[in-house]
């Protein structure tokens, strides 16, 4: 079981109580989110009166759900009514849900007890957390380092143990990123299994709700009670799916490719050293690990490209809608259009104001052609490429960011560099594949040993396979090296210890 | 560099994008968001090498089709309470602008109130 599942089971069963272990949480964010800063808020009165409602239930005899009781984080962009949700922007400042996302709603009715808002960069567009307008978010091993980004706030709190489970969104790689370089399991569900309903819209053809979670078990079950359909979503898929906690954990006779695009030159020494080591522990519990030569997937190296432009373009509408009129502060003009010019322009920060001008750049006249329709046209090649792979092999592996945890604003004086952070995990967005990154290792250098993570990629709607087939890994790996920086006194119950 | 049917990204085209986008910027701003979308473009300039002749736009990857939504009225109980609270600028039950139709009236007055009552639809103003 996982310690997730253990915690709730507790809950349920009644030997574990709602209210101590939001309290163990809160405490052990109140010690430590000073000098890591993973969350923008924490509504320390409404995670109580949360779990009181969650003892109620058990005093009850009713059952709060397979989540009962379990402190939980959410990023600071999915809706929780009543919440802050600013996104990380000075544009949302003190703007407050007025509904739950569906993944709330979920999250609400298994039984979870949310303690805070994670941070993030700004309208996720970002690899490091450093683009939040309230500050960065420090990685627990090394807080001289960055957390990776965009969920960086959830992938740290559930690394320095202040919450058992996160949640997070990705769009180019925003929840395995960051938990690769925090040590943790992150998982992006297919595109369409769960729901945005409540999620703000950053790339609408490529934005999905996932868990950060201590392993896959864990993320499994979240995955599951947050996926299915919702009516207020056109794009999820209809019908029942398989679950993720139920599926066969087995790794003989997986079939396994590794595309060399995943494992070329500009990949990190040690990164790729703690690669290889797991592929071979793969092959030692029967997978059928293929090392491809470069050229199964010719277009990869065209994925930074293809998804910073049809990424931009996506917000570039999807963030019209910030105008100072409906929401948040507003930087008054003497004319409307004087208004939006300043409300937009002094108040998104200058990654967000560099995507902006992008996307529109790229859907203006005489341009369009040129780069926002050329992008899709390469978009759909890099899918076939995906797809064929998935002819021959039932997943793919490969290091999940091409190098370890990088130092606080060494990427920061060039966009470039810092787009380059996605190299491994967009392409896989684009093509709107299940991915999880497992923690893999550590990298060793001259400063604190940095986690390394294995990202595996899974066929369309596979997403149970491809949680299984890591809880596998994770069995063979054994436990994995925690950070335990934060964690000294850590309450058993609430994300130390099993 | 740029191809040579394409003009360089300069600070005019720029301003161009920045008021198509609504983004108010310096002087200084566009130069170096010129610069910056230049060196951008730059990087990105090898997608205009692959041929793409006959190869459809994938504007989604839906792995299992989706269901469109019921054409249905779902309730939202006091929407114009909640909607108007979190408006930075709003009174008597409405959205409050700068006038656009008549600039002789004067600038509106400010009437931002960081936290409204729900409980009160009309806005201090």
């Not at chain 1, 996926?227 to 066969?248: C, F, I, K, L, Q």
Request: glycine residues 10%; aromatic residues 6%.
């Amino acid at each position: 079981m996982s310690r997730v599942a253990d915690i709730a089971a507790g809950v349920r069963a009644g030997r574990l109580d709602p209210v101590a272990l939001a309290e163990e949480s809160l405490a052990r964010i109140a010690a430590h989110d000073g000098r890591l800063h993973c969350f923008l808020d924490v509504d320390a009165a409404a995670a109580r009166r949360r779990a009181e409602e969650v003892r109620a239930q058990v005093r009850a005899g009713r059952d709060p759900g397979r989540l009962a009781g379990v402190p939980v984080a959410i990023k600071d962009n999915i809706a929780l009514q009543g919440a802050t949700l600013t996104c990380a922007s000075r544009i949302l400042q003190g703007y407050r849900a007025p509904y739950s996302s569906h993944v709330a709603e979920r999250l609400l009715a298994e039984g979870a007890v949310p303690v805070g808002r994670t941070n993030m960069d700004e309208f996720a567009m970002g690899a490091s957390t450093e683009n939040s307008a309230f500050g960065p978010t420090r990685n627990p091993w090394d807080t001289a380092r960055v957390p990776g980004g965009s969920s960086g706030g959830s992938a740290a709190a559930v690394a320095a143990g202040l919450v058992p489970l996160a949640f997070g969104s990705e769009t180019g790689g925003s929840i395995r990123q960051p938990a690769a370089l925090c040590g943790v399991t992150g998982f992006k569900p297919t595109y369409g299994a769960v729901s945005r309903f409540g999620l703000v819209a950053f790339g609408s053809s490529l934005d999905v709700i996932g868990p950060l979670a201590a392993d896959a078990a864990d993320a499994a079950l979240a995955y599951d009670v947050i996926a299915g359909h919702d009516p207020r979503d056109a794009t999820t898929w209809p019908g029942s799916r398989p679950s993720a906690v139920a599926a066969e954990r087995r790794l003989a006779g997986l079939r396994v490719g590794v595309p060399g695009e995943f494992l070329d030159d500009s990949v990190d020494a040690e990164v790729r050293a703690r690669t290889h080591a797991a592929l071979e522990l793969l092959e030692s519990r029967g997978a059928r690990v293929t090392r491809l030569p470069l050229g199964r997937l010719p277009h990869m190296d065209l994925s930074i490209p293809v998804y910073y432009i049809v990424a931009s373009s996506e917000a570039s509408s999807n963030l019209a809608r910030f105008d100072g009129v409906r929401y948040g502060p507003r930087a008054q003009g003497v004319e409307l259009l004087e208004t939006y010019l300043r409300t937009r322009g002094t108040l998104f920060g200058p990654e967000v104001r560099r995507r902006i001008l992008l996307g529109t750049f790229a859907l203006s006249a005489g341009y369009l052609d040129a780069w926002y329709k050329k992008a899709l046209a390469v978009r759909r090649l890099i899918l076939d490429e995906f797809l064929a792979l998935f002819r021959e092999f039932d997943l793919l592996a490969g290091p999940t960011s091409p190098f370890p945890a990088f130092a606080l604003g060494a990427r920061t004086a060039d966009p470039y560099a810092m787009y380059l952070c996605d190299l491994l995990t967009a392409p896989v967005c684009l093509a709107g594949l299940p991915s999880v990154s497992v923690p893999c290792g550590l990298a060793r250098g001259p400063g604190a040993p940095l986690p390394v993570g294995l990202q595996l990629v899974g066929a369309p709607a596979q997403d149970q396979r491809v949680l299984a087939a890591a809880a596998a890994f994770e069995e063979a790996r054994g436990e994995p090296e925690r950070c335990e920086t934060f964690r000294a006194g850590a309450p058993a119950a609430a994300g130390g210890a099993r | 560099m740029p191809a040579p049917d394409e003009p360089a990204v300069d600070a005019a085209l720029a301003a161009n994008v920045a008021h198509l986008a609504r983004l108010g910027l310096s002087d200084d701003e566009r130069r170096a968001a010129a610069a910056q979308l230049a060196g951008i473009l730059g990087h990105f300039r090898a997608l205009q090498a692959v041929d793409t002749a006959g190869v459809a736009p994938l504007v989604h990857t839906l792995a299992v089709p989706g269901a469109p939504a019921a054409d249905s009225v779902v309730p939202f109980a006091d929407a114009r309470v909640r909607l108007l609270g979190l408006a930075s600028h709003a009174r008597e039950g409405f959205l409050v602008v700068p006038r656009i139709l008549d600039a002789d009236f004067g600038p509106e007055e400010p009437a931002a109130h960081a936290d409204p009552d729900p409980a009160d639809e009309e806005s201090p103003g």
